[in-house]
């Protein structure tokens, strides 16, 4: 019998710091920019960053879950409460990322314009599926990112919780290079 996992492997941490810091980063772009007037010099480009990192995201997120499906992952720790807690927040995280990723998909080609990825390629839009398609998406990429972030603040807390109170290994399996 192999023995148990002991660690998330060094892709599956690298993915999920990156993961983590693009989030934060496209959120508070995200908020600084919508509140940008037409004649700022910031009015085009901030939008265009924040497409070119969501698709970057968008990848690195497909590359996630696949790799979370392929390789071997250390057991959650905690009350079976915790343990089924930590299952749901988790997919709900990932749930929220492709729902997030679908609604800035049709913000950005509502008008039929693709979506420059750095002006390495170009995402093609398929224009509008309803009446004002925009300002709905708008509304809902808003409330599902709000939605992704204070889940990923409760995240972050359950895991400090299983480290400072639990003294437990949750932490340190996303932390050390090695197990102690």
């Not at 772009?29 to 004649?39: F, Q």
């Given at each position: 019998m ?8 060094r ?7 990156a993961?983590?810091l ?6 508070a ?11 700022s010099e ?15 995201l968008f ?23 915790e343990v089924?807690g930590a299952?749901i927040a988790?997919?709900s ?6 729902c997030?990723?679908i609604?800035?998909y049709?913000?950005s080609t509502?008008d ?10 170009s995402v093609?839009g ?9 300002d ?7 409330y599902l990112a709000v939605?992704?972030i204070?889940l990923a603040v409760?995240?972050?807390?359950a895991?400090l919780k299983?480290?400072f109170?639990n003294?437990?290994s ?8 090695k197990q102690?």
């Open positions: 192999p023995e148990a996992v002991k660690q998330y492997n892709t599956a941490k690298l993915l999920h710091w993961s983590a693009l989030i934060i980063a496209l959120f772009l995200g908020l600084w920019m919508v509140d940008l007037t037409y004649y910031w009015y085009n480009l901030a939008p265009y960053w924040h497409k070119s990192i969501g698709l970057c990848a690195l997120t497909l590359f996630r879950i696949i790799w979370k499906q392929l390789t071997a992952a250390p057991d959650i720790e905690g009350e079976k409460w089924q299952k988790h997919f995280l990932y749930l929220l990322l492709l997030i990723f609604s800035g049709m913000i509502a039929g314009r693709s979506i420059e990825l750095f002006n390495w390629l093609p398929f224009g509008s599926f309803f009446e004002n398609q925009e709905i998406a708008g509304v809902i990429h808003y939605t992704l204070t409760v995240h972050a807390l895991a299983h480290h109170i003294k437990d949750t932490l340190n399996k996303m932390l050390r290079i102690q």
